[in-house]
């Protein structure tokens, strides 16, 4: 089982931490292998950020996003740029505020996902920059691709000591606002 | 031309954050592409790490290290897998106090540098975990594959607030650690 993940927004939203942590809990701390990838290009250029993670029990020829299990946008840039690329039956997960899927775009298979990551960053851990942990929150929760544990685990490898309490509770708040 | 850069070494010596640096620098400051990529397979969890970056003035095709031209080693572990993966020419940059690299290893004309990375950290700095920005400027000064502007940009771009100082003296310090 190959499981595809992009992770798409701008420059400043933490958009590759997010990556490298989804691929370290995975590889880590879930006995499964991951790729992280960040392509830079002329995109990158006008404040695009992607990163990509391919998590897999076997070992991973290709290691790019072919077409996304998992796509994240968190910017309407990103959304409008990859929202076509998501495979058949995929999970596409928006921060609610930043990103208007428009009604047709429901045709398909495709889950939609509307979360407020950057409120929920700002209101409950009074810090905008941690809407990224809140994101992998929810994307744990709603896709199981990785376990909890690990991914609180890769947080405390990846994030400076000081830190890490409020990015572990927003990791908590991305989680737990799904019930 | 393409140039392919592997950096290797253990968990903590902030092999990943590196990678990021430098493919960050190459493509958002230096007007190149760049794909940087982390793989985690069974050996990451032993404690390595390694990180791939690929610059190159044309578009990314294939986004993998296939024979490094810039091999850096920051563990006897690392060198001790990749030293022969080396492209002919290619150089090979290694932390002094941690790589033994063997007589016989300079046959070829692959051109060899050890450097005390994590000496200078200590010594200089007075941090051990700079060590990954004191590797990163000497990197610079030896293959010049990315400028030493778009380096410094690139740190502060992805290192905590309170930090930034001390990561770029680390930086200065492996730069003109070479004459």
């Known amino acids: 089982m190959r499981n595809e993940v ?9 958009i590759v931490l997010a990556g490298v942590i989804l691929g370290r809990g995975a590889a880590l701390y879930d006995d499964k292998n991951a790729v992280q990838t960040q392509s830079y290009g002329p995109e990158a250029r006008g404040g695009a950020s992607k990163s990509e993670v391919v998590i897999s029990q076997e070992e991973i020829d290709y290691p790019k996003v072919i077409k996304p299990d998992v796509l994240v946008c968190m910017s309407q840039q990103a ?19 930043l990103v208007t899927v428009p009604e047709d775009f429901y045709n398909g298979n495709v889950k939609v996902y509307k979360i ?64």
Not at 79 to 97: A, L, N, P
Not at 140 to 166: C, F, H, M, Q, Y
């Open 6 to 14: 992009r992770i798409s927004g701008f420059g400043g939203q933490g």
């Open 79 to 97: 959304f409008d740029k990859y929202c076509r690329d998501i495979k058949e039956g995929g999970t596409v997960i928006v921060d609610r505020d």
């Open 116 to 179: 407020p990551f950057t409120e929920i960053a700002y209101k409950d851990i009074g810090l905008k920059i941690v809407a990224n942990m809140v994101m992998l929150g929810a994307l744990v929760r709603i896709t199981g691709i990785v376990s909890k544990e690990a991914i609180r685990k890769a947080i405390l490898d990846s994030v400076p000591k000081d830190t890490e309490e409020k990015n572990l509770m927003a990791f908590e708040k991305g989680y737990s606002y799904l019930k």
